[in-house]
Every structure is written in C-alpha cells, then in structure tokens.
C-alpha cells in the first residue's frame, strides 16, 4: 500500500494535494478561481493509492465492494493496461469464477429455444470479433461536483480504453430464435450482495441495443484474458454506453416482452428527463419525470500536465490528452490558453475506432512569465461539446466540464 503523501503525489492532476490543509493555500485560492472543483474533504482524508490482486496501485475508493480509479498517468497512452484499468463494483461478494464450470443460459419469454454456452463454445462456435472502446462510469468525476452529491466520489480515473475480444451478442441472441416481441433483453453477472435482502445486481438493454452489430459478449481484453476485477470470464461490451450496462462475470441473459423492473434499472441511474442533449434513449424505461443514463458525453482530458506545474519561459509546453464521446467521432479538439477568451485547434492522434479514445496534442510557447489557465474542449461530428459549469443531477452524472489546468511560467 502506498502512503497518503505518494498518493497526493501521484493523483489526478495534482488537485488532490495536503488535504484540508490544501484548501487554505493561495494555491488552493486559485485554482477555485479558474472553477476547479475539489473533492469533499472526507474523500481526501481516506483515497490511498492501493493494489487489488493483478494491478498496480490504484485510486482506492471503497474496498468493500471495491472501487478504484486509474490515476491520470495511465492515460498518456490511448490503451488502458490491464493492470491499471479502473474496477467497479456494486456488491461485495464476487466468486473467483472456474472457467471449465462456467455457463451462460440463454432464455426469457420471448426466445423460442433457450439454451446454455460454455466458454469453449463462445471462443468457437461464432464469429470472433475485435474493437475498441472506452468503458467510462456514469459516475466519473462525481466527486468534482458542486454541490457534492452522494455516491463514489470518483475523481476523473473511473474509465479506461481496451480492446475488447468476443463474440457478438446479437449472433448469441439469434442462436435463441428471438421473437417479434422481444422488447429487452436482461443481464445478470455472478457477483452478489453480502446479505440475501441486497438487491442484485442486473441491468437491463432495450433490444435494439442488445442487436446493435458493435455489442459483445467479451471474453479477452488487449489480447489477454479478461482479469478477475474486470469480469472475468465474460462480460458485456456496450460500446458509446457507459459502463452501468457492461455486465461483469456474465451468467445469464433473458429476453423479456415487458420492462425490467429492479433497484438499479428502476431507482438508480437515471437522470431528470430533457435535461442532456443525448441522442440514444431508453424508451420503454422512461417516465414522465426521469429516464435511464445511456450513451456516454462527449469529453476531454489533458493527461501530461499537473494543475500548477511550473516552466521555464522560453520552454515550449505539450499538451497531451485524449478525447472520447459515444461513438459519434471526435471531429476536434481546441486548447485556450488565456482562459477561454481565445481558442487555438489541437493536433488530433491516431484513430483507433470511433468508439476509443481519440489523442490530441498541442504545443505553446508561453510569451511571458506569469500565470496561465488552460483548457481543453473537444466536439463531436454531431455537434456536441463539453459544458463549461456541470449539469447538476442528484447522482452526479455525466460531467464533462471543460478540463483547467493552471501553468506557471518563471
């Protein structure tokens, strides 16, 4: 385990640094001054840098289910390690799972011939296909938002990019002979709650969704079995969705003619209705008031330079970073480097589908000493863009406030 200090050290863009102590500084003075938001100060006082079994030292969270965030560096390369990816949990009970015992049932009212897979199965009898995409929680960067609101107060780490293995699921659906009034189709992993009362853990996909080609049923992620923490043997691959429907340690799969009613499809995840500019909706989950999170916000994060690093004057900065929304393409990125007044175009890096992260580059001579305040904004190819104050939500969803950094220049 690492110490406090290594993790104040180390974590997203220096903001989280010395605690309450931190918040008494002409530092932290002016970093609210450029809208930074800043974690509660609970979360400062227990977040330690902290390995679970097969990763390195991740943002610990909670232990109890865990949750823990990839700290920024990891994002300077586009693929996410293994080993660093960020884990999620709703319930503390998760099962090492045998692979060679492991079936999928196949079934619900409205298939005509259920049926169960093996791993082998999986891995033979379909079409295997490869992509990449970003899994990215609902709640990420929960904790910068103000007011603060309940949940994992997750800073910007709680999301990672793969590439993803597997089969599609439409192919493991149609194997089921699907009928005419399928309307959804129910996933249910094999991690549990710590006490019968607990309500599990299952989502459901309205079933154009579930038949989209880019849906998987993973089994290997960057060309590695899929790790223990991130839903090993199989899981869900909802690319463009956030992760709340990437169904870890799958076990079953049910094609249903009404909608799934539970704790987490019909209470949890969902935000005030009209309130985002989304275009996937989940109809037959709606109401009059709210409606289901579905498909992730476009955003941008700058992954190489701390909040208040210092340069020399004369030293030509880089910026790198990465951009990412549902699956629209990121048709650009541009940086400010006077607070938002002007706005120069960033150098956009490799495509790696449209569904991954998108990296972007820009470099600036700073002119003179002083304080600079950066930003970084990104669009996709339907217009959409990040916000510059959060769309507050009771649970702290989707939040892509525009990303600022502040540089001095000595």
């Known amino acids: 385990m690492h110490s406090r200090r290594q993790f104040l050290r180390t974590s997203a863009g220096g ?53 823990f965030e990839t700290p920024l560096r990891y994002f300077n390369n586009v693929i996410t390690p293994n080993n660093a990816f960020f884990v999620r949990y709703h319930l503390s009970q998760i099962p090492d799972v045998d692979a060679s015992t492991w079936r999928l049932g196949i079934g619900g009212d409205a298939v005509d011939n259920p049926y169960e897979l093996t791993l082998d199965q999986l891995m033979h009898e379909f079409e295997q296909v490869e992509l990449v995409a970003v899994c990215q929680c609902a709640g990420n960067r929960r904790g910068l938002s103000q007011p603060h609101v309940a949940g994992v107060q997750w800073g910007y780490g709680a999301m990672g990019n793969a590439k993803w293995k597997g089969v599609r699921l439409r ?175 960033a150098e956009l890096g490799e495509f790696h589908g449209r569904f991954s992260f998108r990296p972007f580059r820009y470099v600036f001579k700073p002119p003179r000493k002083g304080e600079y305040t950066i930003l970084a904004k990104a669009i996709n190819r339907i217009g959409a863009s990040q916000t510059f104050e959060a769309i507050f939500n009771p649970a702290g969803y989707h939040h892509n406030v525009v990303h600022r950094l502040g540089l001095r220049v000595v």
């Open 171 to 345: 192919d493991i659906l149609n194997r089921a002979g699907v009928t005419k009034t399928a309307l959804e189709v129910v996933a249910d992993g094999a991690d549990t709650g710590p006490l019968e009362q607990t309500p599990d853990f299952s989502k459901s996909l309205p079933i154009w969704k579930a038949l989209d080609e880019n849906a998987l049923i993973a089994y290997a992620m960057n060309d590695a079995p899929l790790p223990h923490w991130n839903g090993f043997p199989a899981r869900l691959v909802v690319p463009g969705w956030t992760g709340t429907y990437w169904l870890k340690h799958l076990t079953s799969l049910n094609v249903v003619t009404q909608p799934y009613k539970n704790f987490w499809m019909s209470t949890a995840y969902r935000i005030p209705k009209d309130k985002f500019a989304l275009v996937d909706r989940f109809v037959s989950q709606e109401t009059e008031t709210n409606t289901p999170v579905t498909e992730v916000v476009v955003n941008s994060l700058i992954t190489n330079v701390r909040d208040g690093q210092r340069v020399r004057l004369g030293q030509p900065v880089t910026f790198n970073g990465i951009a990412w929304d549902a699956g629209y393409g990121i048709s650009g990125v541009e940086v400010s480097v006077d607070d938002g007044k002007t706005w120069r175009t």
């Open 15 to 67: 903001l989280l640094i010395a605690g309450a102590a931190w918040t008494n500084t002409p530092a932290f003075a002016a970093a609210a001054k450029r809208g930074l938001s800043t974690l509660p100060a609970g979360t400062l006082e227990t977040a330690t840098l902290d390995a679970l079994t097969g990763k390195v030292p991740l943002i610990k969270r909670s232990y109890r289910p865990p949750n």
